[in-house]
């Protein structure tokens, strides 16, 4: 049985049945320097990606699909949950010429990968705050890596200033209980210690932090201005100084972390769709048909 999750409203983005006017405005979002800074620190955490078997879950527009692919992976998965969204990921591979090295698959649960087709590398950017049953996405992950394979999380943190700031007047000034960040369909909010409980219970060992958002640069507008946000973006130097420093690499609004599965290969039993016995190498739509839905 699939999880039901929030929704994003009707004029977000990844509504749109246009590829081309979806992928402008998701790349217009990841120019911003908040999200330059975090996507500069979540491929270094990726690390060396050559020859690489690559799972980007909860891909979005595709942005780290496409750079795996560019950085020399031979094989990159890109699982999202909306079929605009991996029409908008398609048609950013094929822009950059990449879409031979790309598989998109639409699910909206973890999907099950047979044991010819695990993953070196897992990505899951900003995705394990939306899901309910968090504990059971890392141990679906863990068994979708290889022995002494990584896997790269970032979510937000409720153990930093912006949270501190931001946080207490909307939850406990406002009382809106539901708020968990920027983003409406959020779940929970994690703290580094509640994060790395959580891998260490799946069998992954934390190797490295980064955090960015340390000091809030993205503030209110002036009661007299038409824009609703006031960006200091000079502040971002603050970030990419200090982001990957203990202990302020742990303290940012977005914390982003590397783990290593166990080299001891272990097995879990489930009653989930298995994905093919073997993905192919170019994009193609996976239908209900060929992911065995009952």
Known sequence: METQRKQYPEDHWLRSHDPET??????????????????AFIEELLGDLTDKNVLDYG?????FTVLAAKKGAARVVGVDAEESVLDTARYFARKEAVEHVCTFIR???????????????????DVIEHV??????????????????????S?????????????????HIRGDKDWYGWDETHVRFYTPMSLQSKLRRSGFRVEGWRSAYLIPYKLPGLSLSRKKFLRVDSLGWIDKTLGGVFPYNRLGWNIMVRARSSSFVTERTGLREEVGERLPGTPMLVTKQSLRFP
């Open 132 to 153: 309910e049953d968090d504990e059971r996405l890392l141990d679906d992950a863990a068994d979708a890596v290889v022995p002494g394979g990584t896997i790269v999380v």
């Open 22 to 39: 979806a992928f402008q405005a998701y790349m217009e979002q990841q120019g911003k320097a908040y999200s330059r800074i975090k996507n």
């Open 155 to 171: 979510t937000q943190n409720s153990f930093s200033l912006n949270y501190f700031i931001e946080g207490i007047y909307r939850r």
């Open 59 to 63: 891909c979005g527009g595709g942005m």
């Open 107 to 125: 699910r909206a649960n973890f999907p099950l990968f047979p044991q010819s087709a695990k993953f070196d590398v897992i990505l899951m950017k």
